[in-house]
């Protein structure tokens, strides 16, 4: 019992309602908030310490009032109600005296009057009943993540202190009743992931209070009610993935005679509907807007210019639809931009050069509109042509028709280009085009007299070719017998095959075991395209004579150690073979320094590209996911057990796939071959990209925990479909998944696409988010070390464990 020293118990309901609120408000937490985490966490903290410190100090913090009878019997009604196969409600039993004791699982009281049902993940079936009404004094409702199903009672609407509804990830059914919508202090309405259908009750504009509505994912139709729009206090909106047709309302942001209103709305996604008309230009007067999701609908018209009005949005998704018109140039004008979709739609005109002013822009896709011209040249360099495909106006990327004069090509052992321009450049006049036009006509003519000469002496240029090859073959013969000699094993090593190639001014390709083979000059006349460029150098699909692909390193100018380091550590990695590490198959050293490491060509690029920038109908399943996590963990395993290397550079960007989809780490050893100064360079690209470990920020020096630092983020990019360097409002990827995590939105954390599978991967999905937040603890001490996090990926996912790594049959090269 309470003594009469201690504060009354209504003394606190101000300071509770606060936490509440708190709670509420960011109960996503702290992904979309505008304040910054530093001052939060210390702000809950001050409001827990207050309340402690005037609370009593009895057990469970029960204020000795017993449960009042009304309440008593609508938890009775509500318990009989819910099927519960998993005994978890035991604690609900009894006279019912102590209900409010702390000992009745997941109630909370006040004065004897229930405040809060909190039953999450508890696998609870059945319904809710209707005498829930005589819990009038309830607060908070939280069934989340069950299996309960049936109508949403009316009788909710009898809750007037109802604060929050979390009611997401269960199986409710039938409409949505008017009276939720009658709940004047309502901030949380959250029914998402159910069934419900029918329209979203006009009612519901009346909870003016109202901070986050989310009815996604379930079946509802007609049209988003006006009222909504208005609402002054909320900041979600999700109602994507439903059946709502109609128009978007245009009364976004008014403002009421003689009053300027500021409109709290940070995200709203109204995507994956069947909604039609044009987008609202009143849509850009919320300023305060980071996330404006609207494709997969039925939208025509253009872009408002007037886009430009939504300063602070980060993404921006108008793909499939049917838009027309040209792309503003306003666009530019949104610094804050890093996703920008506008693939799928009629779009026409050039692409402004003033989106090259994005400098946060991490994700652009333009792809089949009927865009024309030019792309803006940072924009080329920056994406890849997946980015505009199916623009056939479009010139000056990647396989899109070429501009007019374009830049040539450098061949792969040419040195940098200079980074500006000859000034003085003009236009040819007249009689110059007449005399290049002649010299093209005199070249063709050349070009048709070698063609009749080699046909005419076809037979002994073939026997001498014949006599070039019998010779390299000779000379790889007399590398591998020298080999043998020196007790090496034929195949393997720099010893394989070491050639001096011709014509090359003094050049030396060293071979390692593979399925290609080639000569230098094959190499340095291939046909290269380029595919990324990364911190030590630029990357190249180089396609050899016989029509065989390679991919091809070329290691940026002065930035590797000495020749005989270089040597030493370039073999040594040659060495490695496992089936989920990307094979060096030759290296090539110039006669001015250039260095060339070939490897096996992945016809399916990298994990980033195959994660953030694959289109819609290109879909990534759980099974697909953790294969390619466990593959992962076994490269890593191998390269931290069979041969003592750190990568220190794991990226999803360096993790390769194969034809099959499995995957392949890339760039490990490349540290060994760089100085200090380019290894510091990549610690800190790594740490932009977001997977750098705390500690490099000190260090400087990688390690296996900061390896499986960077694991941690890569599986977090699995589970959320989110990229590592995306970051929400100054949190990176781990400190927002683990900030959802705390405030019980964990299903918010996971990609869309995985909470459409079977029900039976869910427990699959939790427990390998546990793992990858283990992984990414801020001590290093605390990290797994990746055997540890392979064995728990299999346990997760036993029937991918039946090859495990270091096993004979996993250590063939595929």
């Given amino acids: 019992m309470v003594g009469n020293s201690e504060p009354p118990i209504h003394s606190l309901l101000p300071l509770i309602d606060m936490v509440e609120a708190f709670r509420s408000n960011f109960s996503v937490g702290l992904k979309n908030s505008p304040i910054h985490r530093r001052l ?81 993940y508890r696998g609870l079936g059945g319904r809710i009943t209707e005498k829930i009404g005589q819990l009038t004094a309830l607060r908070k409702l939280s069934l989340h993540d069950n299996a309960v199903g049936g109508q949403i009672p009316a009788a909710l609407g009898l809750l007037t202190d109802l604060r929050g509804l979390y009611l ?74 439903n059946n709502l047709s109609s128009s978007i309302p245009g009364t976004w942001g008014v403002e009421e005679p003689g009053k300027k209103r500021v409109y709290q709305l940070q995200v709203l996604s109204l995507d994956h509907n069947s909604l039609s008309g044009p987008i609202p230009d009143s849509i850009t007067k919320l300023e305060r807007l980071q996330e404006l999701l609207l494709s997969n609908n039925q939208l025509n018209g253009s872009i408002p210019e007037s886009i430009d009005g939504l300063r602070n949005l980060s ?49 652009f896709n333009v792809s089949y509109n009927n865009l024309s011209g030019p792309v803006p040249v940072r924009l080329s360099e920056k994406f890849n042509s997946s980015s505009f495909v199916g623009n056939s106006l479009l010139c000056g990327v990647g396989g899109s028709n070429t501009c007019a004069n374009p830049a040539p090509t450098p061949p792969l052992n040419s ?34 007299t070698c063609v009749l000469l080699s046909c005419l002496f076809g037979g002994s240029r073939e026997t001498a070719g014949s006599n070039k090859r019998g010779a390299n073959a000779g000379a790889t ?37 593979g399925p290609s083979t080639f000569t230098a000059d094959d190499l340095l006349c291939a046909t290269a395209e380029i595919m990324g460029k990364s911190t030590y150098g630029t990357v190249y699909k180089a396609t050899l ?39 060096l198959r030759a290296y090539y050293l110039g006669p001015k320094g250039e260095k060339l490491l070939v490897f096996d060509y992945m016809p399916r690029g990298s994990l980033a590209a195959f994660l953030h920038a694959r289109g819609p109908d ?97 599986l977090l990019e699995l589970l959320t479909g989110k990229p590592a360097g995306e970051t929400t409002n100054g949190l990176d990827l781990p400190q927002w998944v ?12 996971f990609d869309l696409e995985l909470m459409r599978e079977p029900a039976e991967t869910g427990d699959e999905l939790v427990n390998t988010l546990k793992l990858a937040l283990h992984c990414v603890d801020p001590l290093p001490a605390a990290r797994p070390d990746v055997h540890e996090v392979l064995r728990q990926l299999e346990e997760i996912k036993p029937e991918l464990a039946a090859a495990p790594a270091g096993t004979a049959s996993s250590q063939a090269d595929h």
Wanted: proline letters at 5%; glycine letters at 8%; hydrophobic letters at 40%.
């Fill in 40 to 120: 939060m966490i210390p702000f809950l903290c001050m409001l827990t310490t207050i309340i402690i410190s005037i609370t009593p100090a009895s057990s469970q913090s029960w204020d000795g009032i017993a449960i009042t009878q009304a309440d008593y019997q609508g938890l009775r009604a509500f318990r009989f109600a819910l099927s519960d196969p998993r005994g978890l409600l035991r604690s609900w039993n009894g006279s019912g005296l102590d209900a409010c004791s702390g000992s009745w699982d997941g109630i909370k009281c006040v004065r004897g009057k229930v405040i809060a049902i909190q039953l999450p």
């Fill in 168 to 241: 997401f990830n269960n199986r409710f059914s039938g409409t949505i009743p008017p009276s939720v919508g009658e709940l004047a202090l309502l901030q949380t309405l959250d029914l998402s992931n159910n069934l419900l259908s029918g329209s979203i009750p006009s009612s519901i504009a009346n909870s003016t209070k109202l901070y986050r509505l989310n009815l996604s994912h379930n079946n509802l139709s007609g049209a988003i009610p006006n009222g909504l729009t208005n609402l002054p206090s909320l900041t979600f909106l999700l109602i994507q993935h």
């Fill in 315 to 363: 993404i921006l998704s108008l793909n499939r639809n049917s838009l027309s018109g040209a792309i503003p140039a306003t666009v530019g004008n949104i610094s804050s931009l890093e996703h920008l979709d506008f693939s799928e739609n009629n779009l026409s005109g050039e692409i402004p050069a003033s989106l090259e002013k994005l400098n946060n822009l991490t994700f």
């Fill in 415 to 448: 040195p940098s280009p200079p980074s500006s321009t000859e000034p003085g450049t003009r236009r040819l006049n007249s009689r110059e085009l007449i005399l290049v036009v002649a010299g093209i006509a005199f070249l063709f003519f050349l070009l048709f």
């Fill in 477 to 513: 013969a007399a590398a591998a017998a020298a080999a043998a000699e020196r007790g090496e094993k034929p195949g393997t090593g720099a010893a394989a095959a070491e050639a001096v190639a011709g014509g090359d001014g003094g050049g030396k390709l060293v071979h390692f075991d």
């Fill in 545 to 583: 004579e016989d029509g065989s692909q390679v991919a091809v390193k070329r290691l940026r100018e002065k930035i590797a150690k000495n020749q005989k380091e270089f040597e030493t550590e370039v073999n040594a990695i040659g060495k490695v073979r496992h089936p989920n590490l990307l094979a």
């Fill in 618 to 714: 290109t879909p990534i399943d759980w099974p697909m996911r953790m294969n390619i996590a466990i593959g992962v963990a076994r490269g890593l395993h191998h390269l931290h057990t069979d041969v003592n290397m750190v990568h220190g550079n794991l990226t999803s960007s360096n993790i390769l796939l194969d034809a099959e989809g499995s995957p392949k780490i890339a760039d490990y050893g490349l540290s060994r071959l760089m100085s200090a100064a380019a290894n510091s360079n990549a610690i800190a690209t790594a740490g932009a990209l977001g997977y750098r470990a705390p500690e490099l920020s000190k260090l400087k020096k990688a390690s296996a925990k900061t390896d499986v630092y960077s694991l941690g983020v890569v």
């Fill in 738 to 749: 683990a900030s959802v995590v705390k405030e019980e939105w964990t299903n918010e954390v």
